[in-house]
């Protein structure tokens, strides 16, 4: 997790290292920090707890500290609690205090990544007289530096390629040499960081927003790789300090579309943008009345052969391959398998090379995620991913990647990322039914005609997202929230309570509705409400007896059904409608609704409904 920028140029780095923070706040906020050099001066570092205005205060926005060369850090703490002294920067010098203000020190350094062997690196540390003031890997490392620069004596490409031989873990690294005023020497390995260059000045970051309104020419530095950089320029080098030629990559999109553009939040203009965003996806899958995988590298061979799909992935991503389980199976007839990245990548689970794993992910760049995506590759499985961001270290190492088109995704809780996976994955069931001669020519081309209103009908359910704001005020004391569903409308409750608890922090928990009896039902009492989940017609009465049971108990019901149902209203206290559809892709439609009900619950409650409390958008550490 975190955040890290970087300026040099001729202009005031400060203000411009934190109007990068501000896009990059999304991978962390409990502390940020600056350190900044005017000329051959030493770096001032200035550190502050909480969210970044916190930091702009204390340097009057930027204004306060002078000098044209910076690096700058918004943190998500991994070691060490949230605190000045455990803030980035950190400084290699025997300093007291918290390492900040204008520190005597060779190296100062942000870090975003984990450092796992940092305990013993910092025993060989103390045996060499290093006293440390924090409780961060990120002072080890950047101490370590420090050690092999005076060690060695051949300057700071070097010293950073002999500490990355001796780390082990993940870092995106931005670090300044006090003998090097203008530059900003940067490595990596597993977490993200890109480097931009324009006329006279250059830009490191952890993502593209933070740095999309000064150039679009960036290099993806590749993984354990060094970067030297100086105003207009960069150089690479490899682990034997050997120069390296990146291509430079222009970035097409809009930086309009990593704003808010009038919406009160990120999360509601995200919501309104899924439309849009299932669209795009789908236009760029659907090709003349056909789903075409040839850019993804799908061949018909390679789908004849699979005997076996694992969908593997996190949070929302992980909801979205529940979803299409049931989608996959009874179109395709596949067996699949949907496991959590931080368990399939400890567990033994049997691979062949006729298994597909399919890796789900926004961002690219979650840390289980990728490790699940390795350890798939070394089982000798074809892996797959489904990604947003282009570039990301999942697309980059997964044989072949299926690109979502949703375009960056700022709120932490995600929605139009995980409707565009949701409709990827619909796409890519419906195709595999159809090479797999599970449905006729006939059925391919309602389905596929069928996929292509989906982003009208969530046009429409938006249209009535009044409905939904006025229930939320009902509902804004709740103490706990229960989500019911069978089959893919268990996939569904599954998403709407992740989006209400983790924005509204009313405790919330899905349940498939059969298995309610077996245990959670003595959780119901006078009042609790309890919603369900009911687009599946075979199993709609099924639902409403589990909801009844619930009422009986004192529950407080709400449900979600497709228009028609209109005999739910006879058990539910409230009832909202979607528009029909072929009940396989009925998810990207009865999601809108509860995440429009999560939204409005979080504003009523006057929280933070973008940056939710502990969390973090990109989850890059394990
Ligand atoms: C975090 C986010 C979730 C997301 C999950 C997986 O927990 O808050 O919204 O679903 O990570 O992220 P990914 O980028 O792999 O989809």
Known sequence: MCGIVGYTGN???????LDGLARLEYRGYDSAGLAVRDGEKLAEVVKATGKLY????????????????????????????????????HVSGNCSGSGSGQVESDVVGVHNGIIENFTELKEKLLHHGYV??????????????????????IGPVDAITRTMVRVRGSYALALM??????????????????????????????????????????????????????????????????EV???????????AAAEKGGYEHFMLKEIHEQPAAVRDTLNSLVKEGRVVLSDAGLTDDMIRSLTQIDIVACGSAW????????????????????????????????LTEHTLVVVISQSGETADSLAALRVAKERGALTLAVVNVIGSSIAREADHVLYTLAGPEIAVATTKAYSAQLIAMDA???????????????????MLEELCTIPDKIRRILEEKERLQWFSSKIVNAHDIFFIGRGLDYAISLEGSLKMKEISYIHSEAYAAGELKHGTISLIEHNTLVIGVLTQSLLFEKTVSNMMECKSRGAYLMGVTTNGHFDLEDSADFTVYIPKTDEHFVASLAVVPLQLLGYYTSVSRGLDVDKPRNLAKSVTVE
Not at 11 to 17: M, S, V
Not at 219 to 242: C, E, H, T, W
């Open 54 to 89: 916190h930091l702009a205060d204390k340097t009057d926005q930027g204004r306060a500290l002078p000098g044209a060369c910076g690096i700058g850090h918004t943190r998500w703490a991994t070691h060490g609690d949230p605190s000045m002294v455990n803030a980035h920067p």
């Open 11 to 17: 202009e005031q780095a400060a203000p411009i290292l």
């Open 428 to 446: 890519l069931a419906v195709q595999m039914a159809w090479v797999r001669g599970t449905v006729s020519q006939e059925r391919y081309e309602k």
């Open 319 to 350: 909801h979205v391959g529940m979803a299409a389980q049931y989608v996959l199976e009874d179109l395709a007839c596949l067996p699949v398998r949907v496991e959590l990245a931080s368990e399939f990548r400890y567990r033994s689970v049997p």
């Open 132 to 153: 440390f003031y924090s409780d961060t890997d990120t002072e080890v490392v950047v101490k370590l530096v420090d050690y092999y620069y005076k060690k060695y004596k």
């Open 245 to 255: 030629a990146l291509p430079l990559t222009e970035i097409t999109w809009d930086a």
């Open 177 to 242: 040499f006090r003998d090097y005023p203008g530059e900003i020497f940067a490595a990596r390995k597993d977490s993200p960081l890109i480097i931009g260059t324009a006329q006279d000045a250059s830009f490191l970051a952890s993502d593209v927003p933070a740095i999309l309104k000064y150039t679009r020419s960036v290099y993806y530095i590749g993984n354990l790789q060094v970067a030297r950089v100086s105003p207009g320029q960069a150089k690479f080098y490899d682990l034997n300090g050997d």
